[in-house]
């Protein structure tokens, strides 16, 4: 089994389930949706809840596009697919809480293939999640990987873990302040094995998203917070706005090729602050953070 | 005369010129100084006034900075530049006032040179200035472009001025959103002609900001805000990030080489917000911007 058309029914299908259950946890807000296309050819529908109990935004995409001729920048690694007709969907999200202890999360699943006179050429899968809390609880940090080892089980195990865990860490790096964007989770691109298993892999992932997030919701959403820690939280969002315009390969090819910028850019936070030459007070609740912004082995080291 | 040090000594008198002429039209708070050093060599002095009682942030830097090797990136359209040793300074600066009716303001002067063997072998200029209004006045805008013409009249007079307005458009324009980041001003680089000349025009251009600029500031700094006005001016701050994040050069070049990262982003607004699918309301004062983010004849158009 082999077909794009099964790829996209469990993406909209997905992205239809995710919307169902961030609604649940909100309680108060819905997501409004945006259907668009793409003059080169396919579209989307872009869903975003604003000014929820919970979140302050939570925007989730499904895109499903494709083209006549593979550009060479996304064919470098693999010449023989220059010029090649291609066809790309994905369900591509980012919540922004309230709660500055409830943290930022981003998901991710796509799925690529290229083609010629109709027979497809090449395919891969890509996908992942990750988690940028303020003030992070070791509690939710084991959660979020114990999920993201427990998903990895019947496709490799320990080593796809560590593997997709340590590209997450690689990848969500911002070199010029020298940190990870959060804790990480899992990451993989250009996946192209054997087609079932990937396709499957794809799905855990896709589908293990809630299982990783909505406990962290459902424990943290009603934590009282202070001015302080709401200013802490607006500051760190200013690195989630750096890495995204910065180092974001989906940002910046996105933008560059056209795609629609407003739902590239309903990743960046509602509301955001930069402050020359802050850092945290020693010993203070946001000192403790830095300590979560490089890689580390959460689950020998928190379990 | 062709003097490293004569530029540099212009540089720093540029800064401390500014410096009292914006804490004179801020009339409350004060610039604070960081002295800093690069390893690879050289530094900087970066002054930051905050919280002031015009200006919600000012944030000028002069650097003075050098290098035993030039990268191959910086040395690409000079290909015999490749690998000499390199020392550039300049002065740069951003404003982000208070008030939504009072622009954004940006301006940068800077010098470069190569070297082998202690001689110099190449060298060349840079600068300009542009203005990013969120409620643009005709008559600020007639302003800022009469000064940019006239300082360019010992130096080419019209073809001068109409080449780096050009430039200017063109530099400061986000694709990805079709616009300018503001009504420009004047933009150059890479001009090395006759020494003395070149380093005139530079200074002209320094020395022009202030004139440039000031008067605005005194027009419109009491001019009564509303919210949804300062709404406004957060949401087109985004937009200055965009630019500044995805395609500003002086930025990605920095962040990529190792600069002090809190100097570079201090171009960044100290309070930003986005929001999904904003467009302003048919006829609102908001949806008066538009018309000022493509290029335009101003001083043909509006005087």
Redesign the interface.
């Known amino acids: 089994m082999n077909d794009f058309d099964t790829v996209r029914d469990y993406l909209t299908g997905l992205q239809d389930r995710i919307c169902h259950a961030i609604e649940g946890a909100d309680g108060r807000a819905r997501f409004v949706e ?1 259907l668009w296309q793409r003059p080169e050819g396919g579209g989307g529908r872009t869903r ?1 809840l ?1 000014d929820g109990a919970v979140f302050e ?1 939570a ?1 989730i995409g499904f895109s499903d596009v494709s083209g006549t001729a593979l550009p060479p920048s996304a064919s470098a690694n693999r010449p023989e697919l220059a010029g090649a007709s291609w066809r790309a969907c994905g369900v591509s999200l980012v919540f922004h809480p309230h709660n500055p202890h409830l943290p930022t999360t981003h998901a991710n699943v796509r799925h690529f293939r290229a083609m010629r006179d109709g027979e497809t050429v090449a395919w891969w899968f890509g996908g992942g999640f990750d988690l940028t809390p303020f003030y992070p609880l070791d509690e939710d940090v084991l959660h979020w990987h114990r999920t993201a080892r427990a998903l990895c089980e019947p496709f490799g195990g320990q080593a796809r873990y560590d593997a997709h865990k340590q590209w997450c860490d690689e990848y969500f790096f911002l ?3 020298n940190e990870t964007r959060g804790v990480g989770g899992l990451f993989f691109d250009d996946l192209h094995g054997d087609f079932d298993a990937d396709f499957a892999y794809m799905r855990a992932v896709g589908d293990g998203f809630l299982d990783a997030y909505l406990p962290i919701v459902e424990r943290r959403k009603d934590t009282p917070c202070s001015e302080r820690e709401r200013e802490f939280q ?1 500051y760190r969002r ?1 690195r989630y ?2 890495f995204n ?2 180092y974001d390969r989906g940002t ?1 090819f996105g ?2 090729s ?2 629609r ?2 739902s ?3 990743s ?10 802050f850092a945290p007070e020693a010993g203070s609740e946001e000192s403790r953070l830095a300590a979560y912004l490089h890689p580390r082995d959460w689950l020998a080291e928190l379990a």
Chains 1, 2 share one sequence.
């Open positions: 945006d975003v604003r935004q925007g070199k010029h302040r607006l200013g706005v750096e315009l910065v910046l933008l560059q056209g795609g910028a407003e590239i850019l309903m960046l936070p509602p509301r955001v602050r930069w402050e020359y030459g």
